[in-house]
């Protein structure tokens, strides 16, 4: 009754439990767990060879080893099963085999008990492959953190350093012996020391990660400075954390060039501020970013008040659109800002301004950099000057108006003075020791006003053509064309006229501004020759050594007497030779013509030798 009750407890437990009889190893019991498992319902009084299950050779041999030997065995994790779809997933059991003992103490068979551990045995396997990951993923972040630029550590909850990477040793000198938390506190530089270990605490004290900034003593003894970073180990959030793991990077170059920045920062800004203009700086946008101080003194308004489009908003009304057009077109081109505007004073006054403005960047941002330039007293002076210049200039054309009209009214009178005298002469009679000396004085007076009122018209005539367009002239043709006009005085002088223009050929010039000084200067060396030699004037044309143009004319006449100011010498009526017919405004003349082109005039002469009028003209003529 009790071995069958025991059977009946045997065959309902969920480990397979059978028995094996006999050196063949017959199943002389097996419960319903271990059919299943052997997935076969005939198996009594059958050898085990001689069902094909699950059994691995190796552990058949061993079960006919313990039956030999009659010590028990337990095989760990064997794969039983002989479905290859369940072998893939991993099922795997542990086989217990106790030998079954005669009265005698002979060994009759075996007990098997057979166990489902394939949960414990997969849960081992998963946690070795993890170990395997884990020291796989530990030596590669070792070589990671060793290899990196960085100084990287682990400490634990009390501030203990765990570990250490090699950086910290080749930066800081210190041996690999050295007590690293003994000696840490002791390189921080004493201005950060306690600040230091003050922020440390309390983020481990609280919890949390830090990142803060000291200096560090380096292997050579310089202190460098230092961005410290560290986070918390969770694995709960509900737990405290038991370590810090971290970095310590060198931001000295960094810091120092922040520093560097900050201080050009801080002179720029400085030198802004001293400027007595408004300066000011916007975005790429156009909206403006920095106002200057003299900007809110100027306008009575803070930087708030001005806001990002302040100084239009400063400008007359009347100018406020044009202005924002112009700068939005610059800001969306590019293109530099410029234009002259009124712009409000705290007072309420408008005064003109130039406003210019330009884009720059640094490499990475674009950046517009503006001034607004107060010209209220040059614009103001420019049209005072714009005024008396248009003054002067109107009273000079009615000047030469009022010379012209009276030259050319006064030539009647003179004409008819003439032929009053022709008829006096050839009909009235008087008797006077003196009569031919009166008579050639009269016609020396009458000659000369007619030529002072024909000088003085052509003086009026060439003044008015001081502006005439300049053009490229062929120097040795305009002197052709002036010796053309004068080859009576030539030929009746016997003049030897020498022109040289291969230096200088070409010259933009006025073409009449140009005939009218070389006909001036000529027709006075041929008119001041010394009637004991012929005349020889030389006429070339050269380039200075800056490259600009000149043109010298040379005689061997009468010369003249130099006064201590050069500039007696041009002006007009002015005569050396009294007894040579003329009105003495040609020089005079001359020098007109070429101070108006930006030149000017020198004259070397030596009485009796001759005269030289050189020419420079440094502006509004160009050579060729």
């Known amino acids: 009754m009790q071995e069958q009750h025991l059977q009946d407890i045997l065959r309902r437990l969920p480990a397979g439990v059978a028995t094996l009889e006999g050196p063949e190893l017959r199943y002389s019991f097996v419960n319903e767990a271990f059919r299943r498992l052997l997935n076969a319902r005939e198996l009594l009084d059958r050898a085990v060879a001689e069902v094909p299950g699950p059994w691995p050779a190796d552990l058949l041999g061993v079960m006919q080893q313990v039956y030999r030997t009659g010590q028990g065995h337990v095989a760990k994790a064997c794969p039983l099963c002989d479905d290859p779809a369940a072998r893939d997933e991993g099922a795997y059991y542990d086989v217990t085999l106790e030998p079954i003992c005669a009265a005698d103490g002979a060994v009759s068979g075996l007990l098997l008990f057979v166990v489902d551990v394939t949960a414990q045995e997969q849960a081992r396997q998963r946690t070795h492959e993890l170990a395997i990951e884990t020291r796989r993923l530990d030596a590669r972040l070792r070589v990671l953190s060793e290899t990196a630029p960085q100084i990287t550590f682990s400490i634990d909850a009390a501030g203990r350093y765990e570990y250490v990477s090699p950086q910290w040793y080749f930066f800081t000198g210190q041996p690999r012996t050295s007590d690293l938390n003994a000696i840490w506190p002791l390189l921080i530089h004493p201005d950060d020391r306690l600040r230091v270990l003050y922020q440390s605490e309390a983020a481990r004290n609280t919890g949390t990660g830090w990142s803060y900034e000291y200096r560090l003593r380096r292997h050579d003894g310089q202190y460098r400075w230092m961005l410290s970073?560290?986070?918390?180990?969770?694995?709960?959030?509900?737990?405290?954390?038991?370590?810090?793991?971290?970095a310590l990077t060198e931001i000295h170059d960094q810091r120092e060039l922040a520093e560097a920045l900050r201080r050009g920062e801080a002179e720029l800004r400085f030198l802004a501020d001293s400027i007595p203009e408004l300066i000011w700086t916007a975005s790429a946008e156009g909206f403006v970013e920095y106002y200057n101080q003299f900007t809110g003194d100027y306008s009575g308004l803070t930087t708030d008040e001005l806001g990002p489009t302040g100084w239009i908003n400063l400008l007359h009304p009347d100018e406020q659109a044009g202005a924002a057009r112009q700068w939005v077109r610059s800001v969306a081109t590019g293109e530099e800002y410029e234009g002259v505007f009124r712009?409000?004073?705290?007072?309420?006054?408008?005064?003109?301004h130039i406003i210019r403005a330009r884009q720059l960047t640094d490499g990475q941002v674009l950046r517009w950099f503006g001034a607004c330039t107060d010209?209220?007293?040059?614009?103001?002076?420019?049209?005072?000057l714009q005024t008396?210049?248009?003054?002067?200039?109107?009273?000079?054309?009615?000047?030469?108006?009022?010379?012209?009209?009276?030259?050319h009214d006064l030539k009647q009178p003179v004409l008819n003075l003439r032929g009053l005298f022709d008829e006096l002469r050839r009909t009235a009679t008087f008797h006077d020791p003196e009569k031919a000396q009166m008579l050639t004085m009269v016609d020396e007076a009458l000659i000369q006003l007619d030529l002072t009122l024909q000088e003085l018209a052509a003086t009026v005539r060439d003044q008015r053509g001081l502006s005439a367009p300049v053009e490229e002239l062929d120097v040795r043709h305009v002197a052709e064309e002036v010796l053309l006009g004068l080859r009576v005085q030539v030929q009746q002088s016997g003049a030897d006229i020498e022109l040289d223009t291969e230096q200088a050929p070409l010259l933009t010039y006025g073409r009449a501004n140009l005939r009218s000084v070389l006909h001036n200067l000529i027709s006075n060396a041929l008119k001041f020759a010394d009637p004991d030699r012929a005349p020889r004037v030389q006429v070339r044309s050269f380039r200075t050594a800056a490259g600009k143009p000149g043109l010298q004319v040379q005689d061997n006449g009468l010369g003249m007497v130099l006064p201590d100011e050069p500039a007696a010498v041009f002006q007009p009526f002015t005569r050396q030779h009294p007894h040579i017919g003329g009105s003495g405004v040609g020089l005079y003349l001359v020098q007109r013509i070429v101070n108006s082109r930006g030149g000017r005039l020198e004259v070397d002469s030596a009485v009796g030798e001759g005269t030289t009028f050189t020419i420079y003209w440094e502006e509004g003529a160009e050579p060729a």
């Open 229 to 246: 970073r560290a986070l918390p180990e969770l694995h709960l959030p509900e737990e405290a954390p038991t370590h810090w793991h971290g």
């Open 343 to 352: 712009m409000r004073r705290h007072d309420g006054r408008y005064r003109w």
């Open 375 to 384: 010209v209220d007293d040059q614009h103001r002076l420019r049209q005072v």
């Open 388 to 407: 008396q210049y248009d003054e002067l200039a109107q009273a000079n054309r009615d000047l030469d108006t009022f010379v012209y009209t009276a030259s």
